[in-house]
């Protein structure tokens, strides 16, 4: 599959607006790994492999464990291996990325208000949008996975 186009040289301005999203959040709460752990797991569900193969080397960059993220796509059934806020935050990404099944629920955002405050809240939905809309672009226009 050959690339399309490249977003970035096409339109420039969209796509700085993009990086400035991900420049918002780089003072986010979230630390590097759970960033990271949204970035795959909404990768993973849109069938992203340009994301996929750039976020799973960036997490074991921070330190990440390869069995977590082998079983990333499943962490539901290995919760031990997640932690509450990382399940909650997971939940959240899974609901966003899946927005037209039900959205954010109303059990998994009061699950998120026990634990996190709104900022934190809007922090864990941008990060979700902002890999939901790089998988879409990347997607979209065919951009390669790394050698």
Partial sequence: MSTRFNMAEVNAAAYQAGIGM??????????PIRKELIKIRASQINGCAFCLDMHTKDALKYGETPQRIFLLNAWKDARELFTEEEQIILAITEE???ISEKGLSEETYQKAKQIFSEA???DIIMAAVTINMWNRIAISTHMPVAE
Avoid: G, P, Y
């Avoid at 991900?22 to 630390?31: G, P, T, V």
């Fill in 96 to 98: 966003i990325t899946l």
């Fill in 120 to 122: 934190q809240m809007a």
């Fill in 22 to 31: 991900e420049k918002a959040l780089q003072n986010s709460f979230l630390s």
